[in-house]
């Protein structure tokens, strides 16, 4: 038996299995999840800027794909305040059945929509609302699996079991990138213009029947449950949040930055950097993705168990400023660099080694900036709406750095880098935690 700790400063006994089980239900949901919202930036680069955008300029369509990409993350912050809002009045447990149905329904109709040849411009707008579903369901998805992990753990390993979601999103851009790897590899690229890529969208539905069928078996956390039993719910959750936590609201945002900075440079617009400007082969770069993904499920929960032992902020702090210096070097490599051994080390140790060290720990740092009754509310206003800033525009962002500096790769490297160090100081200065 553990001891957990839960609201009032008290403690309540659950067996060592329970809190095993709902972490692992947590990471086969997000898994499922972020399975769903990361194949659409894989695949945006290879497919959609084709077949669903007017032919005529690929960086005009390039960008508008990338923009319906960044909706996603627009989104995300409505899909959390709305979830979040019911998660923090009624529990957690519901609202993650709930969003793991809207994720699915939503990746497999991308599967079967009809392209911009067939039904001309409502293709794009389908595009767009699917992704805009996508979003919502995403923004209450996170925040509900890291609470159900992170309010279960006992107080010593609460950094540990909190980052079993973040390993989904590691295993969940494993499945993706690893996918359509398969599918390029296997195929020839009319057949995966042609049907390839819906393969991979209407295969997710699979992934979300088995989470569904995890995630109906868990039980509320015991934190909630106090909560809900002693009467000490919050009426309105979200402006708890602004009122009582606002300082730790804009340092949650700012140290959370770089995380969305980071992932989307290396993961989402490196591939279309490296297969369209220097032309590697789609296969052989998703397959580095892949392998990131793969080192980065075994390192984040080394960070994560290395910040209960000394601190998440020294951990967190740190990751960021490594992981702002290290576009330096990374793009460096991309540009002067022709050995695929050489870009796919780079993105390996980029995200799979040093991301890791930041992406495990946020989970249990964002959870301790808010207390229980609005804990759903805060970290999802906090990981959400930063999204919209440094994961939605980063993509674009890049895109039209890259075009500025005559496809010289320098002024994406200084913006990283200044990400990473606002990230870290913003860190120094939590001190407030619950």
Known sequence: MEAVDIAGGSTVSVDARSVKSVALASLIGTTVEWYDFFLYGTITGLVFDKLFFPAGNAFVSTMLAYTVYAVGFVTRPLGGVIFGHFGDRFGRKPLLVLTLSIMGVSTFLIGVLPTYASIGIWAPICLLLLRLLQGIGLGGEWGGAVLMAFEYAPRKQRGLYASYPQIGLAVGLCLSSGAVAALTTWLTPEAFLQWGWRAAFMASILLVAVGMFIRLRIVETPAFAKIRDTHAVAKVPAREVFTDYRKNVFLGWGA??????????????????????????KSAILVAVTLAALVLMFMIPVASRLSDRIGRRKVFGWGALACGLSAWPAFAVFHYSTSLTAVT?????????????????????????????????????????????????????????????????????????????????CTYFIRRTF
């Open 256 to 281: 959370r930055y770089i995380d969305g900075v980071i992932f989307n440079t290396y993961a989402v617009f490196s591939l279309s950097y490296l297969i369209g400007i220097h032309h590697y082969a």
């Open 345 to 425: 080390a780079t993105i390996v140790i980029v995200v799979g080694v040093i991301y890791a060290f930041v992406y495990g720990p946020e989970a249990a740092l964002f959870c301790e900036l808010f207390d229980t009754r609005v804990r759903y509310s805060g970290i999802s206003i906090v990981y959400q709406v930063s999204g919209i800033v440094s994961s939605s525009i980063t993509p674009l962002a890049a895109t039209a750095l890259l075009h500025y500096g005559n496809l010289q790769p320098w002024w994406i490297a200084l913006y990283i880098a200044g990400v990473g160090l606002l990230s870290s100081v």
